[in-house]
């Protein structure tokens, strides 16, 4: 797991919880930036994703293992 999936990750998960404290308190604005950084973490979970894959195809094609 490199940098981006372990920080999307987690902001995926404080998206989650703003998400939820914002339905809670009653603040539409919480609960949109909660959505917002859900989002943000999903997006930046997908690009460590994609480096992994290159990453793993740039090694496979040179005989090295990353």
């Known amino acids: 797991m490199n940098t981006n999936q372990l920080h999307g990750s987690f902001r995926n998960l404080a998206g989650k919880i703003q998400e939820q404290a914002g339905r ?38 040179r005989g090295i293992h990353l």
């Open 24 to 61: 809670l308190l009653g603040s539409r604005t919480q609960e949109l930036r909660g959505l917002q950084r859900q989002v943000l973490g999903r997006a930046e979970t997908k690009l460590g994703n994609f480096q992994a894959a290159a990453r793993r195809t740039i090694g496979h094609s």
